[in-house]
């Protein structure tokens, strides 16, 4: 099973930007990161496949947030610009450990490891 383990995550004020890590112990094909806010569901953010050739972005980040990662250092990162008020929640990253070629980039079920997650909290 692959570890992953998040950073990057604090207190910020709207319009700051912040950068999300998440170290892999191992291996993975396709990698993402999904935020979940107190009371609400977990929602998609990006995605990336293994080689980077293809992105995808959750349209309330498009254009403010960039997904990378770094295949030697096993690191998936997420650059968010211009940060509201409204992205305040836990983020979390997800690696598909077992390929799911029948899986979209932003489906749930295209991951089977999880990070604990990482809290991003944005002030007015």
């Known amino acids: 099973q692959v570890q992953l383990v998040e950073s990057g995550g604090g207190l910020v004020q709207a319009g700051d930007s912040l950068r999300l890590s998440c170290g892999a112990s191992?291996?993975?094909?396709?990698m993402a990161w999904f935020r979940q806010a107190p009371g609400k569901e977990r929602e998609f953010v990006a995605a990336?496949?293994?080689?980077?050739?293809?992105?995808d972005y959750a349209d309330s980040v498009k254009g403010r947030f960039t997904i990378a990662r770094d295949n030697a250092k096993n690191t998936l990162y997420l650059q968010m610009n211009s940060l509201k008020p409204e992205e305040t929640a836990v983020y979390s990253c997800?690696?598909?450990?077992?390929?799911?070629?029948?899986?979209?980039?932003?489906?749930?079920?295209?991951?089977?490891?999880w990070g604990q997650g990482t809290q991003v909290t944005v002030s007015s």
């Open positions: 997800a690696a598909e450990v077992v390929f799911r070629k029948d899986q979209g980039l932003r489906a749930l079920r295209k991951y089977d490891s």
């Open positions: 191992g291996r993975t094909f396709s």
């Open positions: 990336i496949s293994w080689g980077g050739h293809s992105t």
